[in-house]
């Protein structure tokens, strides 16, 4: 099965600094989703890759993915603390659209 | 996008007991899913809800434990049963498009004791 990495676990940046947020896959992706959770909450579709190559950016945050599609990356600029959260991977199971299989998530803390 | 809501929005339960948890979304959808959140952990898949046949379910589900029921293209349950501590998790639905984006419920925390 395809196993995502997520790294770091989490981080702390103060407001206005950027970060960034790395997705791994040992298989190619087919699709490749972010989503930001608040603690116990659903989650929030942030956006969506499919294209080696391709990036996304909405408001300050900016996804990529690479050519060889195995790898994402989340930045957020100037960070704010509604930027605080955790941030999850998620990819298209390889035999099926629409299951999703998840990393482990990146809790990102905001201080003033 | 799509607006999805979820009931009841947290419940307490007492072990051996079951509950159902109910997902209705504001447009027809093609695919439905269920995901579970273990304290402390990511999103685990479930199950696939499909409309009009049974839900097809993954590795280490079965649906003596969590029966679905997916009566048209917007409304889907999920059932608890024979509830334990170990069930005690945020469930989710989620549906998706085609080709777009995914969008999550906004989840059901459950706690059993």
């Known amino acids: 099965s395809q196993e995502l990495e997520q790294s770091p676990q989490s981080l702390i940046v103060q407001e206005g600094k950027n970060l960034t947020i790395n997705c791994t896959s040992s298989?190619?992706?087919?699709?490749l989703y972010w989503y930001k959770q608040k603690y116990g909450e659903g989650l929030i579709f942030l956006m969506m890759?499919?294209?080696?190559?391709e990036e996304k950016s909405h408001e300050k945050i900016t996804a990529k993915l690479d050519e060889k599609k195995q790898q994402s990356s989340l930045h957020i600029t100037a960070s704010q603390p509604s930027h605080a959260g955790i941030y999850l991977c998620?990819?298209?199971?390889?035999?099926?659209?629409?299951?999703?299989?998840f990393g482990a998530g990146t809790q990102v803390v905001v201080t003033p | 996008s799509a607006v999805i809501s979820q009931k009841p929005s947290r419940d307490i339960c007492q072990r051996g007991t079951s509950l159902t948890i109910q997902c209705q979304v504001d447009?027809?959808?093609?695919?439905m899913f269920w995901y579970r959140q273990q304290p402390g952990q990511s999103l685990t898949l479930i199950a696939t809800?499909?409309?009009?046949?049974?839900?097809?379910?993954e590795s280490g589900f079965v649906i003596d434990k969590f029966p679905i029921s997916r009566p048209n293209l917007t409304f889907s349950t999920l059932t608890v049963s024979n509830m334990s501590p170990e069930d005690s998790s945020i469930y989710l639905c989620?549906?998706?498009?085609?080709?777009?984006?995914?969008?999550f419920g906004p989840g059901t925390r459950l706690t059993v004791t």
């Open positions: 989620s549906v998706g498009v085609r080709g777009l984006e995914q969008y």
């Open positions: 298989k190619t992706l087919y699709g």
């Open positions: 890759l499919q294209k080696g190559g």
């Open positions: 998620g990819a298209d199971k390889t035999d099926s659209w629409g299951k999703l299989q």
């Open positions: 447009s027809q959808v093609t695919m």
């Open positions: 809800a499909n409309q009009g046949s049974e839900a097809t379910y």
